[in-house]
């Protein structure tokens, strides 16, 4: 089986309890330490390695992935969107996601450093996703 590594850019988010989306774009003093949280997490022999720059830099390395998905960057929408494959082979990679952004919203949630916060940063809004060699 092939390995390939997908880049992903993408930024913290903030969603309340219904699901919509109240800020895009969130940074703040824990931005760092949030990041370190959802850095090294594996699904399904998918690893995800978070640093945090001018936006946040998501790399996945493992499997037969592929950069064939939509982003669930909702735009000037309030709805965060379902990663969605583009082709057959990509299903496994929307599938991977979509658990990653479920699992780390968990983990972002239950960060004490979010608890009082208005907006805490809580979903990770992924903007672009392409293919990286080596």
């Given amino acids: 089986m092939k390995s390939t590594r997908l880049k992903l850019r993408a930024c913290f988010g903030s969603i309340d309890l219904s699901g919509n989306l109240a800020e895009r774009g969130v940074k703040d003093d824990d931005t760092d330490y949030l990041t370190e949280v959802i850095d090294g997490i594996e699904i399904e022999g998918v690893r995800f390695s978070a640093r945090f720059g001018a936006d946040l830099e998501i790399v996945m390395e493992g499997g037969d992935l592929s950069a064939s998905v939509t982003p669930n960057y909702p735009g000037k929408a309030s709805v965060v969107k379902q990663i969605i494959h583009k082709s057959p082979e990509a299903k496994a990679t929307s599938r991977v996601l979509n658990m ?35």
């Fill in 100 to 134: 990653f952004i479920r699992k780390t919203n968990k983990l972002l949630s239950s960060e004490p450093c979010n608890r009082e916060k208005r907006h805490p940063p809580n979903i990770i809004l992924i903007k672009d996703i392409e293919e990286i060699s080596g």
